[in-house]
């Protein structure tokens, strides 16, 4: 299975319903999203999903606000939680039909981890970016995923397999720059939580869990409730954004 880690394919439109109801924004990166966003006059967010981050942003903003994703489910869900103020679009992040140089703002969470063509990708994020206008790759660096709170550590077997099929962060930057962008910061965020029952883990709304067996999965939950009689689990939930620039002529 981990061998296969890199060609695993997800059908998100089944995983919909699971997101729309266990995933919230990264608070955080949220209100760095917020602040960018203000002066951006257009984002766009690349593999939205549920959109959690993009209704907030607009919710808080005036600017114009644009999601795209390949699932069909996944739009459906954030159709059905959307104000109406932001625009979904069904498409591939590497190869869209949204106009050139068109968003002071693009952003993905989450998201990057699925795209096999890299380079593909931040060449389709540099034409659809404005000059100036700023980027932002959301991805858990090897660190990261080792150090997952809780889930690795109940969940073991998807260390590995996370480390399969993420890429480096150096490999992200060198296809920035090979797209004619240029590294503007990098960010780490960390959120504290409190784990007080298994729903998240049993309905398995983290991907990585798709990657373990089914054994290994009912051993995890099983050591979680264990330790859940004793009381709640602290958890903590860390991200890395990678921010580039395109630079203006």
């Known amino acids: ?7 695993m ?3 998100y439109d089944d995983l919909a319903v699971e997101y729309a109801q266990h995933r919230t924004p990264y608070g955080g990166l949220l209100d760095t999203l917020i602040g960018r966003a ?3 006059g ?3 967010e690349l593999g939205c999903g549920t959109a959690n981050h993009l209704i907030a942003i607009a919710e808080a903003t005036s600017v114009r606000c644009v999601g795209l994703d390949a699932s069909t489910g996944m739009l459906e869900q954030a159709r059905s939680r959307g104000s109406g103020r932001i625009e979904l679009i069904h498409g591939d992040a590497t190869a869209s039909t949204l106009p050139s140089a ?7 969470v989450d998201v990057i981890h699925h795209v096999r063509d890299v380079h593909a990708y931040f060449q389709e994020v540099a034409r659809l970016l ?15 995923i080792r150090a997952r709170e809780a889930l690795s550590r109940y969940f073991p077997g998807t ?4 480390l399969a099929r993420y890429h480096a962060v150096p490999v992200l930057r060198d296809a920035e720059q090979r797209a004619g962008l240029a590294a503007h910061s990098t960010q780490e965020f960390a959120e504290p939580w409190q784990i007080n029952d298994t729903k998240l883990f049993e309905a398995r709304a983290y991907s990585s869990l798709y990657g373990i067996s089914d054994a290994e999965h009912r051993r995890g939950i099983e050591a979680m409730k264990a330790d859940l009689a004793r009381g709640p ?17």
Do not use: H, Q
């Open 1 to 7: 299975m981990l061998g296969n880690a890199m060609n």
């Open 130 to 144: 404005a000059p100036g206008g700023l980027v932002c790759t959301v991805t858990d660096s090897e660190e990261m």
């Open 9 to 11: 394919v997800f059908n």
């Open 102 to 108: 068109s968003f002071g703002l693009i952003y993905s």
């Open 38 to 40: 203000r002066e951006a």
């Open 42 to 44: 257009a984002v766009l």
């Open 233 to 249: 689990i602290k958890g903590e939930r860390r991200s890395c954004a990678l921010w580039s620039v395109k630079p203006s002529d």
């Open 159 to 162: 260390v590995p397999f996370e």
